[in-house]
């Protein structure tokens, strides 16, 4: 039975999503971006891009630019790793400034993070000689533009997901006229989250087969918009036999996606494992 009778939840099934597979890199896009184009799927609230990719051994994206975008990897298998040739990074684990010549490996349970802003560049390269990866690329439309680029790179551990859904990402508690020192502090809304420029919230659990997870629309007061909240929510293709129940009735394959409409700030969206392997979900929770 659903629990949330004025919830509208249409899937996005995984077969129609665009998809282009270049050898090097195999992309499956839930939006429209670059050679695919669907004016149905442009975006949905703030969230603009899921892609979910799959890049082969000793290769990889080439430096390139960003611009006016709050961007974001979840890496699900394999090593990712992030190299910047316009401007020092600030590394992840609190060494201070990283010159281009450094570089931060990303693995499972890494996630990271870069504002565009005014401009930035980087690479993200898989510079494993046999195994490739395989992450979630995403992002979010700021809530202004012309701001200062930034990166951030958390770990988010596998326990934690596994007792619930944890909040990954969450609005930059300053909010859009923050200043420059409130922008270097970087004070998300949610403890121990890496903050957006958005009103916007990123979760995930791996939720084991037979067993339920519920996530809080809007986290806890973490967003300013409370009432007709856009959830997305994604079962990646993790080929492990996943399979989920979306509020009672909606059920998702691996690669599948559900937009979650006429929502509102504290209702609960509970979501079943029933397949023969355990389901990481991601949520994408929107203004």
């Known amino acids: 039975m659903s629990k949330l009778s004025h919830a509208k939840i249409t899937p996005r099934r995984s077969s129609d999503r665009g998809h282009a597979n270049h050898g090097w890199l195999n992309s499956y896009h839930t939006f429209s971006f670059a050679q695919y184009h669907d004016p149905t799927f442009q975006q949905f609230g703030a969230l603009r891009v899921l892609n979910e990719d799959r890049v082969a ?15 974001f990897s979840y890496i699900l298998s394999g090593e990712l790793t992030h190299r910047d040739s316009t401007v020092k990074p600030k590394d992840a684990r609190g060494l201070g400034d990283v010159s281009k010549h450094d570089f931060y490996r990303m693995k499972r349970g890494d996630v990271q993070f870069t504002t565009g802003g005014t401009g930035i560049a980087h690479s993200e390269q898989n510079e494993h000689a046999s195994e490739e990866v395989h992450f979630l690329q995403i992002w979010a439309l700021p809530w202004k533009r012309g701001l200062p680029p930034t990166y951030h790179t958390s770990t988010f551990s596998e326990e934690s997901k596994r007792n619930g859904f944890v909040t990954i990402i969450s609005p930059l508690r300053a909010g859009p006229k923050a200043t420059g020192r409130e922008e270097k502090d970087a004070v998300p809304v949610t403890e121990g989250t890496i903050p957006i420029h958005a009103d916007f919230l990123m979760g995930a659990s791996i939720i084991a087969r037979g067993a339920s997870a519920s996530w809080t629309v809007g986290g806890e007061k973490a967003v300013v918009s409370e009432s007709g909240r856009k959830v997305y929510l994604h079962l990646p293709m993790r080929r492990i036999g996943a399979r989920i129940r979306v509020d009672g009735e909606t059920v998702l394959e691996e690669g599948d996606g559900a937009f979650v409409e006429k929502v509102n700030a504290g209702d609960e969206l509970q979501v079943e494992s029933i397949g023969e392997g355990e389901a990481e979900v991601v949520v994408l929770d929107s203004n």
């Open 57 to 71: 051994p000793s290769n990889g994206f080439p430096t390139h630019p960003h611009r006016d975008a709050e961007i």
